[in-house]
């Protein structure tokens, strides 16, 4: 399951996340969208995009996801983001 983030989440003040899923094109929260974390709240966590100075906050939503050779749905409801530990760019140079 590669979409879906960890089921425990561990986040810290200015830890570098990505968002799993798009929650507002025109704010620029997209999916693979580096977002810095502010501030950790119980309902929801205040982040700030890594190339503007403005805060958004983003509430726990819900994931569900059907597992393999299984006729069920698992749903959780958690935070979207995911610590970003490193990211590969493949640039094609002419």
């Given at each position: 399951m590669n979409f879906l983030p960890p089921h425990r989440l561990d986040l810290k003040q200015n830890c570098i996340c990505t968002i799993?899923?798009?929650?507002?094109?025109?704010?620029?929260?997209?999916?693979?969208?580096?977002?810095?974390?502010?501030?950790?709240?119980?309902?929801f966590v205040k982040v700030q995009l890594l190339n503007t100075s403005e805060g958004h906050c983003i509430p726990r939503i819900n994931f569900a996801f059907h597992p393999s050779r299984s006729s069920w749905t698992v749903n959780r409801r958690q935070f979207p983001p995911q610590l970003a530990y490193a990211t590969t760019l493949m640039v094609v140079k002419d």
């Open positions: 799993q899923r798009n929650l507002s094109v025109e704010k620029g929260l997209v999916r693979n969208a580096r977002v810095r974390v502010i501030v950790l709240h119980r309902r």
